[in-house]
């Protein structure tokens, strides 16, 4: 079994920053892909960004150029950096692993980001 725990989110305001974080623990393996989504209120959860074992990345058109995802395998730990906040960045973010080779998507229990003044 596989356990995401996210931390990091709170309220800020526009052109602020945040740093999410995720710790997996459990059978991750060793080839999977991390990554975070967000929902907002009334809204379809979206892919915000992900990142591969191999380190390549992918992001949303609309967090391109303010967030950054990385990764520390030592710690099986995903980072958000997130600049520039916009309102429409507030959202609940949760962080996704999913392993490839069992086609199995595993989800942690969301931390609320809100982007106001």
């Known amino acids: 079994q596989v356990q995401l725990v996210e931390s990091g989110g709170g309220l800020v305001q526009p052109g602020g920053s945040l740093r999410l974080s995720c710790a997996a623990s459990g059978r991750t393996l060793s080839i999977n892909v991390m990554g975070w989504y967000r929902q907002a209120p009334e809204k379809e959860r979206e892919l915000v960004a992900l990142?591969?074992?191999?380190?390549?990345?992918n992001y949303a058109d609309s967090v391109k150029g303010r967030f950054t995802i990385s990764e520390d395998n030592a710690k099986n730990t995903v980072y958000l950096e997130m600049n520039s906040l916009k309102p429409d960045d507030t959202a609940v973010y949760y962080c996704?692993?999913?392993?490839?080779?069992?086609?199995?998507?595993?989800w942690g229990r969301g931390t609320q980001v809100t982007v106001s003044s």
């Open positions: 990142i591969t074992t191999s380190g390549s990345t």
């Open positions: 996704n692993l999913y392993i490839p080779t069992i086609a199995t998507h595993y």
